[in-house]
T-cell receptor
């Protein structure tokens, strides 16, 4: 079953603007990850945040995690047309020893040039 | 760089045919996964393997089987393809410990007619 719920389902912005995507989950987690998928391709890992971390940065990406609210957000700053893709959050259960990820349904981001 | 390859990018099969989808990874990862991705349903785990000859059912194993005879190769088998198995199939691999980050192949778009 899908644990992550993402919001919004679709987002359209102009180049240079910031894009924020949110993810909620249901159970205790070991870590939460964000992936990007370009149209018709496989997923690419972007960033991982552990359950004891609150914020993490990687280039133009900023991820926050609020375990009390069971939610995370992904912020892409100064967006570019090349950021157009679908973005998925995925969680690893706290009790997992198999590496099984549970994916959200994704947010489709369109960045207009 | 980690490389995960899938045997075909596009595949068209007839109802009732036996279909083999193959996945190979070159990073000596313990874990390998098969997902299917459908619009509005996100990524759903079919099967995964955490060691050679070891496998576990995911969320939607019905109609599928898997084989992992060598560490680097994980095959998904559709015993008797049906039209409702038309989908994008994604293979992933990951290290067993610590982060559970997954690396994805480019996907196989399977059409069953």
């Amino acid at each position: 079953s899908q644990q992550g719920e993402e919001d919004p389902q679709a987002l359209s912005i102009q180049e240079g603007e910031n894009a924020t995507m949110n993810c909620s989950y249901k159970t205790s987690i070991n870590n939460l990850q964000w992936y990007r998928q370009n149209s018709g391709r496989g997923l690419v890992h972007l960033i991982l945040i552990r359950s004891n971390e609150r914020e993490k940065h990687s280039g133009r990406l900023r991820v926050t995690l609020d375990t009390s609210k069971k939610s995370s957000s992904l912020l892409i700053t100064a967006s570019r047309a090349a950021d157009t893709a679908s973005y998925f959050c995925a969680t690893v259960s706290y009790s997992s020893n198999t590496g099984k990820l549970i994916f959200g349904q994704g947010t489709t981001l369109q960045v207009k040039p | 760089d980690v490389k995960v390859t899938q045997s075909s990018r596009y595949l068209v099969k007839r109802t009732g045919e036996k279909v083999f989808l193959e996945c190979v990874q070159d990073m000596d990862h313990e874990n390998m996964f098969w997902y299917r991705q459908d619009p509005g349903l996100g990524l759903r785990l079919i099967y995964f393997s955490y060691d050679v000859k070891m496998k576990e059912k995911g969320d939607i194993p019905e109609g599928y089987s898997v084989s992992r005879e060598k560490k680097e190769r994980f095959s998904l088998i559709l015993e008797s393809a049906s039209t409702n198995q038309t989908s994008m199939y994604l293979c992933a691999s990951g290290q067993g410990a610590h982060t559970y980050e997954q690396y994805f192949g480019p996907g196989t778009r399977l059409t069953v007619t």
